[in-house]
């Protein structure tokens, strides 16, 4: 085989997805994500962070939930 047969994606008329966009990152960031708002709401310092802890967690979840449906 040539050396441009062989680089194809297996579903040549597909578009691939975005590798910033796969799973494996977006995850990432919603895990980190859902872990900042936890932290937020567990500090006793600021009543800015506690305010926002849940609405940062709850999209934390939001994005999880919709990216584990994303392409590995």
Known sequence: ???A???LP???GAPRWPRALRRG???TVATILIAAGVLMLLQPFALVLYTYS???TLAGVVMFTIV???PD
């Open 25 to 27: 990152p977006m995850e």
């Open 1 to 3: 085989m040539s050396e």
């Open 68 to 70: 584990s449906r994303f």
């Open 54 to 56: 849940f609405v940062t």
């Open 5 to 7: 047969t062989q680089n």
């Open 10 to 12: 297996a579903e040549t």
